[in-house]
C-alpha cells in the first residue's frame, strides 16, 4: 500500500507519488528512489531521515528538478498546490525556484559564488523577483541577515563567501532561501556548521515560518533530536525506500521497522556516557545503487531477519494511526533503552573513574591569543591528565579552534605557555623535535580537507609513520581503526566520509601519541558512521592509554565521551568540571544556555521548538570590564557583573565556575531553568518587501 497521508482539511502543499528516480551508470539505468510517497501540509514540517546513501538529497533534488547528469525522473508526479513541476517547461521554472519553493544545501561553500560579494549575491533574488533596484535590494538583503542572527550585516554583505565562517555561509544561505517568502521551504541538514545557540534562534525563526498557513517545510537532516523537536511527522529511507513513515513521537519513541530502531541506537542520547552505554552502529552497509538483495533491503544488517525477509520484500502496511512500516515483524522491534545501562557500571570497569589529579600530562598556562584588537584567547589555564578526555565546549568564535591550534603548534601564542609533562612545547610546530610531533597530534573536522585525494589511504598512512618514526606499518594503522585492508589501495577521493575520518584517525596514530586534539571529527557524519567513529576513539583511548582534547558543537556528544568538560566564552574558559557536574545543577549560566538550545531526544514527550534563544552577542560584549556573558546572561546583576570581572568559585571539590552567583544563588535563581523557558518571540512572518 502507499504511505499514509497527513490528516487535516486542507490539501497538502506538496504531494508526492509513486516517483521513481534513476542514474545512469555504465549504461545501466540504476533506482535511486523507488515508489516515495510523502505529503506535506500547510504549516507542517515533515523530516525525513537515513543514512548517506539512503536517498534524502535525490529526493530534494527531484523535488528542485536539479538532478545531477544522469539521473532523471522515471515515474511518479510531485505537486506543490496542484502543479505539477515535473510537467513545467524551463521558463515556469526559473520562476518557481526561489519564489515558491527554495532550497538550502548541505554544503554552504558549493551553494555560494565564491567570486561574487554577498550583498550581489543576495540582491539578485529581490532584483528577479520583485524588480526592486540595487540600493533597494541590499537594504532587504540587510533586514533578511538581521533576521538570521547577523549583528553587523552591513559588513556582512560587503564580504566574500570565503572571509565568512562555516556557519554564518550557512546563515547566509538560508537568509536567500527565505528571501522570496516561498510556499514551500527545503532544508538539507540545515544547522550542521552552527552552533547550538545560532541554532536555537535559527530554529526558532523556521517555527514562526511554518506557523503561517502558507508555508511547509521538508527537514532534511542525520540530527535526530533536531527531528524531534521540529517535525511533525518524519519519513524514514533506505536505499531509496520509504521504510517507515508516521508522526515523529511514534517513529522515534516506538519504532516499527529495525532500520528506524537501528539509528536511534546509534546516537549519543543526552547524558548517557561511554562505561554505560556504548552507542551500537549498524553493522555492515547499505547495498551499492543498483546492486540491491532479494527480498527486504535491510535484511542483511537485520538482527531479527527471518527466512521470509530473504525471500520477498515487504509492502508498506499500516502499525498505527497514521504510521506505516516496510516489515514483516514490525511487533518485534524493540524500543530505545536510553534510560537503561547496556554495558558494567563505572564501579565495575577496570579503568577507574573519575581520574584523580595528578602531573598533568598537558599544561596550559597563560595562553592567549589576539587577531588585531580582537582578543581570541584570554590568559588560559588548562590541564589534561594521563587518559583523561577534556571535553571543549562554546558557541562559535568562543576560541575553542584557537585554543587547539596553539597547543598544536599551529598558530602562534602571543603569551603563555604549552608544557608536555612539565617540559615547554615550542609555539611553532615547524620547530617541534619528533618526540614533540609524535606526542601531539590532531584529527580535523573534515577529512576531505586534510587528505590529499590523489594519494592512496596506503601512502597517506606510510608517509606519516616515515615523518614521525612510528613502529606500525600502514596495514597494522588500518587494522588499528578497521579499515579493511583492500580500502589501502584506494585513492582517498574514492572514501565515504567515515572511511576517510578513519584513516585520517589513523594517521594521528602513526607515531603513537600521547594527546590527540579532536576538533570537530564527527560532525559531518550520519549517525551511524559518527557512532562508530565514537566508539572507535573510546576504543583507542583505551587500548592506547592515550587523552584526548575533544573540540565539538555536539554537546551530547561530548556528553558521551568526555571524562571533563571546559566551557569557552569569548576567548576565556567559563566554566571546568568533571562531566556529570558540568551538565547537571547547578550550572554557570552560560552553560545552562548552551544545554537548553540543544535538542534532546526521547523524553516522554518530544518538545517542539522548546529552545531558548539568547540575545544575540556583539563584538563589543569581549570589551567590558565585568563578565563577558553580563550582556545575554538573564541572571547579571547591573553594577556589579558588567563592571567587575567574575571570581573563580568552587561548586565542588573539582568542579569550578566564572561567576559573580554563589552556589546557592545558582540553584535558587535556575530553578526554573532554561529548559523550561518558552521560545523567546521572534519577528512574526517574513513578508515580501
Request: with cysteine.
Amino acid at each position: 500500500m502507499s504511505a499514509v497521508t497527513s490528516t487535516g482539511a486542507s490539501g497538502p502543499v506538496l504531494r508526492i507519488r509513486d516517483l521513481e528516480v534513476s542514474y545512469s551508470r555504465r549504461g545501466r539505468r540504476q533506482t535511486a528512489l523507488h515508489r516515495v510517497n510523502l505529503d506535506i501540509r500547510a504549516g507542517e514540517c515533515h523530516g525525513l531521515v537515513g543514512e548517506s546513501g539512503s536517498g534524502k538529497s535525490t529526493l530534494s533534488l527531484a523535488i528542485m528538478r536539479h538532478l545531477s547528469s544522469g539521473g532523471q525522473v522515471d515515474s511518479g508526479a510531485v505537486e506543490l498546490a496542484g502543479d505539477d513541476l515535473l510537467k513545467m517547461d524551463s521558463a515556469a521554472l526559473r520562476d518557481w525556484r526561489g519564489r515558491r519553493v527554495a532550497m538550502v544545501y548541505q554544503d554552504p561553500a558549493k551553494a555560494l559564488n565564491p567570486s561574487m560579494r554577498i550583498g550581489e549575491q543576495m540582491g539578485e533574488i529581490y532584483r528577479y523577483h520583485f524588480g526592486t533596484g540595487r540600493q533597494e535590494a541590499l537594504t532587504r538583503a540587510e533586514a533578511m541577515l538581521r533576521r538570521v542572527a547577523f549583528d553587523n550585516p552591513a559588513d556582512i554583505l560587503s564580504r566574500f563567501p570565503h572571509q565568512l565562517s562555516g556557519g554564518q555561509q550557512q546563515r547566509i544561505v538560508i537568509a536567500m532561501a527565505l528571501a522570496a517568502d516561498p510556499e514551500l521551504l527545503i532544508l538539507d541538514e540545515p544547522t550542521t556548521g552552527l552552533d547550538a545557540t545560532v541554532e536555537a534562534e535559527v530554529l526558532a525563526l523556521l517555527e514562526t515560518l511554518r506557523a503561517e498557513a502558507s508555508r511547509a517545510i521538508l527537514f532534511i537532516s542525520h540530527n535526530l533530536g533536531l527531528i524531534g523537536r521540529m517535525c511533525e511527522r518524519v519519513t524514514v529511507l533506505y536505499s531509496g525506500r520509504v521504510v517507515e513513515q508516521g508522526p515523529t513521537g511514534d517513529v522515534l519513541q516506538r519504532p516499527k521497522h529495525p532500520y528506524a530502531a537501528a539509528l536511534l541506537g546509534c546516537v549519543p542520547h543526552f547524558g548517557i556516557e561511554k562505561d554505560t552505554h556504548p552507542l551500537v552502529p549498524i553493522p555492515g552497509s547499505p547495498p551499492a545503487l543498483g546492486a540491491l538483495p532479494v527480498g527486504c533491503v535491510f535484511a542483511p544488517r537485520c538482527a531479527n531477519r527471518q527466512p521470509r525477509c530473504m525471500e520477498s520484500e515487504p509492502e508498506l502496511a499500516t502499525v498505527g494511526v497514521g504510521h506505516v512500516s516496510r516489515c514483516y515483524y514490525p511487533d518485534a522491534v524493540a524500543p530505545p533503552m536510553w534510560d537503561q545501562p547496556l554495558a558494567a557500571s563505572v564501579s565495575e570497569k577496570t579503568r577507574s573513574h573519575p581520574i584523580e589529579p595528578r602531573s598533568p600530562l598537558l599544561a596550559v598556562r597563560g595562553l592567549s591569543k589576539a587577531y588585531g584588537k580582537q582578543i581570541a584567547c584570554d590568559s588560559i589555564d588548562l590541564d589534561i591528565q594521563p587518559g583523561e578526555v577534556l571535553g571543549l565546549v562554546g558557541e562559535s568564535g568562543s576560541g575553542k579552534s584557537t585554543l587547539a591550534r596553539m597547543i598544536a603548534g599551529l598558530s602562534s601564542a602571543d603569551s603563555g605557555d604549552v608544557l608536555l609533562k612539565g617540559a615547554p612545547l615550542d609555539r611553532d610546530v615547524a620547530r617541534r623535535g619528533r618526540a614533540q610531533l609524535r606526542a601531539v597530534q590532531m584529527v580535523f573536522q573534515s577529512p576531505d580537507s586534510s587528505l590529499n585525494r590523489r594519494h592512496t589511504a596506503r601512502f597517506i598512512l606510510r608517509r606519516a609513520v616515515s615523518a614521525l618514526g612510528g613502529a606500525r606499518s600502514a596495514e597494522q594503522l588500518a587494522a588499528l581503526v578497521r579499515v579493511p585492508p583492500e580500502l589501502l589501495y584506494s585513492r582517498a577521493g574514492r572514501l565515504s566520509g567515515g572511511q576517510k575520518q578513519r584513516i585520517a584517525t589513523a594517521r594521528a596514530f602513526a607515531g603513537d601519541p600521547e594527546l590527540v586534539i579532536c576538533d570537530e571529527p564527527v560532525s559531518s557524519l550520519d549517525v551511524s558512521v559518527q557512532a562508530a567513529v565514537l566508539n572507535l576513539l573510546v576504543e583507542l583511548q583505551e587500548r592506547e592509554k592515550v587523552s584526548y582534547l575533544f573540540i565539538s558543537h555536539d554537546l551530547a556528544v561530548v556528553r558521551y565521551l568526555a571524562d571533563r568538560i571546559a566551557v569557552m566564552y569569548l576567548g576565556q574558559i567559563v566554566d571546568i568540571g568533571p562531566a556529570d557536574e558540568v551538565f547537571s545543577a547547578p550550572y554557570h549560566p552560560y552553560t545552562a544556555a548552551l544545554l537548553a538550545a540543544i535538542p534532546k531526544l526521547g523524553g516522554p514527550k518530544f518538545r517542539s521548538g522548546s529552545a531558548t534563544v539568547l540575545p544575540r552577542r556583539s563584538d563589543g560584549d569581549r570589551m567590558g570590564a565585568g563578565c563577558r556573558f553580563s550582556p545575554r546572561c538573564p541572571h547579571s546583576i547591573k553594577g556589579k557583573c558588567d563592571l567587575v570581572p567574575p571570581p573563580w568559585q568552587a561548586l565542588s571539590d573539582r568542579h569550578q565556575v566564572r561567576c559573580h552567583l554563589t552556589r546557592d544563588e545558582l540553584i535558587e535563581r535556575q530553578q526554573v531553568a532554561f529548559e523550561a523557558t518558552p521560545v523567546v518571540p521572534m519577528e512574526v512572518g517574513i513578508q515580501p518587501m
